[in-house]
């Protein structure tokens, strides 16, 4: 393995089996990532393959698709198109990954019949939003609340204005910067608490995200259980979240960190 994990509670290194058997019982499994890293993506394919073997079938949220493209997904995943026209039709997208990095978690989903998730809003959205605000003809056709999307809590706030602050932008005020987050994380979190209570998919749901999106359990986390209570529907959760050896991180960013 070409990564190690930290239990942050325990401050310890954790046995990746022992992970496993921690994960397998908890309904949503967070990886917060740093996109298109190879060691990242390679603990991902573990994780997905380790519970395969368990006879655990996940379901894979991934934010690199967005919600617009769920039906280009399942295409690939049935193999109604090749990869190439995938790829092709990807990459006319806003998103601007590059599939190729990823194309290995995907292709065990379509061996091993586990569901992709498409989880966030569109990407040119996102930046409209920073740009100008939410605007009612977005939140109407992508049916969301503009009082989600702005209920924010204190620590959320807190978090993603110090990002603001690190690379701030003229064209770009501070609150309309937190905003284009919180639709992004509202979008998703919808995706979530959608599948898990209207749509058959396997359980756990791997949710792979920037790191920024899961990190002290803000953002997309705490969204997902505030939804989840309104339908009066408990549920468990797991943070995995991704650093550098040398970075200075806190603890409290995660259940397991995963050092690369």
């Not at 803000?218 to 550098?244: M, N, Q």
Request: proline share 3%.
């Amino acid at each position: 393995m070409n990564y190690r994990i930290l239990d942050a509670k325990k401050n310890k290194r954790a046995d990746f089996n022992v992970l496993l058997e921690t994960v397998k019982k908890k309904d949503i499994i967070y990886v917060g990532e740093f996109h298109q890293i190879p060691e990242v993506i390679s603990f991902q394919m573990d994780l997905v393959s380790g519970l395969v073997c368990k006879d655990i079938h996940p379901a894979i949220g991934l934010e690199i698709f967005n919600v617009l493209q769920q039906k280009l997904l399942d295409y690939y995943i049935s193999r109604v198109i090749p990869f190439e026209l995938f790829l092709s039709l990807y990459d006319m997208s806003p998103e601007g990954f590059d599939i190729n990095h990823y194309i290995n978690l995907i292709e065990i989903a379509v061996k091993k019949r586990l569901k992709v998730i498409a989880l966030t809003i569109p990407r040119n959205i996102a930046s409209d939003v920073a740009r100008y605000g939410l605007d009612r003809e977005v939140l109407k056709n992508f049916h969301l609340k503009s009082r989600e999307i702005k209920n924010l809590s204190n620590g959320y706030k807190k978090t993603i204005g110090s990002f603001y602050k690190k690379h701030p932008h003229k064209e770009i005020t501070e609150e309309n910067f937190i905003l284009a987050q919180s639709i992004k994380d509202e979008m998703m979190a919808e995706t979530i608490a959608f599948y898990l209570t209207e749509e058959p998919i396997g359980i756990p749901l791997i949710v792979v995200v920037g790191r920024g999106h899961i990190e002290y359990g803000f953002g997309i986390p705490e969204r997902v259980r505030r939804k989840l209570r309104k339908k009066k529907k408990s549920i468990s959760d797991v943070l995995i979240a991704t650093a550098y050896d040398d970075e200075h991180f806190k603890k409290e960013i995660a259940d397991y960190i995963l050092l690369i």
